[in-house]
């Protein structure tokens, strides 16, 4: 057996290889931020296709946090019984589910929640406009929202959650000096800066009890002046695990990055020693942090998902677009065929997404529509 594909276990929950699906926005849920059959047929297909651990496309979890159309909500018991679907078929497919929490903040779409967006400090907001400075009261409510929410998840059955504090979303907002200005306990130092994603572990980990998994999403960095940095990274990922975090996934860049930096990449690797975009910081937090990494970001082979894993830079290995573009890729390395992923990183998969239609592989699409009939 590979290292690929040994078994992992992150606080009792047995993994049967070292494949996670990194969330992806899947477009597929109604404007209530229901689940509907096309998204529960997604999630079956990736573990049917022996992905080791899906994580669900961000929910929100408070209706001022939705970050766009037809996203999966989390943010009332009304929607446990479409999630509920989701976490069944997983688990008739032998799969293991993880929802992953999460608020906008300042990049909430306003538009469709109708109320202002909320941040640490005012900033731009990417669908224009200033968001405004969050209130303790606000905070707080923030916090009992998530932990809310990871006591649906819970409820609907799934196997573990993820805590969404990467990308530019709001508890991105919050560990950034970029656009964290405030001048009370969560603003200035990084302890302060902190203290909201913290929190919000803590709050989570109180909801689900100590026997349950609870996951963080993080930045290894911003990629932004004055933004979020390496060290920075690293401090905070230690006080995460001192708040009860059972494995940190490890990404960069945020929404509203150049293509350079963003945290969907146009950029794509074509020989394996250019795959990994965040290498150096996964090393460096592997060095001196204890707790589980999950590394994502421009992998698309097995020979260097094997590497990581084996030269101890990583222990399991997450995939995005490449199970847009090719859901069946696990499957088909564990059957030999080790071929890299067909991923092109070229991101056409957000065209169908943004028309209504659920994200999707163009490349694939047309690939399959130029074979003989």
């Known amino acids: 057996m590979t290292a690929f594909f040994s078994p992992f276990t992150i606080n009792g929950l047995t993994l049967p290889n070292r494949s996670v699906r990194s969330a992806i926005w899947e477009g597929m849920a109604t404007d209530e931020g229901r689940v509907t059959s096309r998204l529960v047929n997604t999630m079956g297909l990736l573990a049917r296709n022996r992905v080791g651990l899906i994580i669900t496309g961000h929910a929100y979890v408070h209706p001022a946090g939705q970050a766009g159309p037809w996203q999966t909500g989390a943010y009332s018991d ?25 608020h906008a903040g300042g990049h909430a779409a306003t538009r469709l929640t109708g109320r202002t967006a909320l941040g640490p400090s005012a900033f731009a907001g990417r669908f224009g406009g200033m968001c405004r400075a969050m209130s303790s009261e606000e ?25 969404h504090a990467a990308h530019g979303y709001l508890l991105s907002q919050f560990l950034s000096p970029a656009t964290n200005c405030r001048q009370d306990d969560y603003g200035g130092s990084l302890e302060n800066r902190a203290r909201f994603v913290c ?13 349950f998994p609870v996951l963080v999403k993080l930045n290894s960095e911003d990629f932004v002046e004055d933004g979020f940095q390496q060290n920075d990274m690293l401090r905070v990922a230690s006080l995460m695990a001192e708040a009860g975090v059972d494995a940190l996934e490890m990404s960069g860049g945020t929404i509203t990055n150049p293509q350079e930096t963003h945290c969907a990449r146009k950029v794509h690797p074509s020989r394996p020693d250019e795959e990994v975009y965040y290498r150096p910081a996964a090393r460096a937090y592997k060095t001196a942090i204890s707790s589980p990494l999950i590394l994502v970001g421009g992998i698309r082979s097995l020979a260097v998902a094997e590497q990581l894993i084996g030269d101890g830079t990583a222990d399991l290995i997450a995939f995005g677009r490449p199970l847009i573009a090719e859901p069946g890729l696990i499957r088909r390395w564990q059957s030999g065929n080790h071929d890299v992923a067909a991923c092109i990183s070229c991101n056409r998969c957000y065209v169908p997404l943004q028309a209504g239609q659920g994200v999707s592989c163009v490349v694939a699409s047309e690939r399959h529509q130029r074979k003989p009939r």
């Open 139 to 163: 905070i707080q409510e923030t916090l009992e929202a998530m932990a809310g929410a990871a006591r649906l998840a819970q409820a609907a059955g799934f196997d573990a959650v993820q805590i």
């Open 78 to 102: 009304d929607l446990i019984d479409g999630l509920r679907q989701m976490t069944d078929r997983v688990h008739d497919e032998d799969g293991r589910l993880c929802l992953q929490l999460a």
């Open 199 to 211: 929190n919000a572990v803590r709050a989570v980990r109180s909801a689900v009890g100590k026997g």
